[in-house]
C-alpha cells in the first residue's frame, strides 16, 4: 500500500509559479510511475504529467508542456510539479498518483492505470 500526500497548493495570480510536492510513503520500492493529475470543477480529471521511478521517463500534457516541470528526488520517494506562467484554465485541484504498471505515451494520462491516489491540492489562479 502506498500513501500520497500533496502540498504546495495555494493562490497566485496569472504569470505567477507554484511548486508542488507529493511526498510517497509505505511500499514505495516497487517500480513504478508518479503522476500529477487535476481537476477542475464540473469537468474530469485529467493527466498533467507522469514520471518512472526506474529511468525517470515522463510524459505531459501537450497543452501543459513547457509550461509545467515534473521531477523526482533521489529517494524516489517524492515527485514535484513546478508550474509557470500559471494562467486562470489552471485552476484546479491537483492530485498525486501512483501506478505500478506499465505505461507508454497513448495511457499514461488515464486515471484508471494509477491505483494510489492523494487527496489533492487546491491551486487557484486569478487574473
Known amino acids: 500500500q502506498v500513501h500520497l500526500a500533496e502540498s504546495g497548493g495555494g493562490s497566485v495570480q496569472a504569470g505567477g509559479s507554484l511548486r508542488l510536492s507529493c511526498a510517497a510513503s509505505g511500499d514505495t520500492s516497487v517500480p513504478g510511475w508518479l503522476g500529477w493529475f487535476l481537476q477542475a470543477p464540473g469537468k474530469e480529471r485529467e493527466g498533467v504529467a507522469t514520471i518512472g521511478t526506474t529511468f525517470g521517463t515522463t510524459y505531459y500534457a501537450d497543452s501543459l508542456k513547457g509550461r509545467f516541470t515534473i521531477t523526482l528526488n533521489d529517494a524516489k520517494n517524492t515527485v514535484y510539479l513546478q508550474m509557470t506562467s500559471l494562467k486562470p484554465e489552471d485552476t484546479a485541484m491537483y492530485y498525486c498518483?501512483?501506478?505500478?504498471?506499465?505505461?507508454?505515451?497513448?495511457?499514461?494520462?488515464?486515471?484508471?492505470?494509477?491505483?494510489?491516489w492523494g487527496r489533492g491540492t487546491q491551486v487557484t489562479v486569478s487574473t
Open positions: 498518483a501512483r501506478s505500478s504498471e506499465l505505461m507508454y505515451e497513448r495511457i499514461w494520462s488515464v486515471p484508471g492505470r494509477y491505483s494510489a
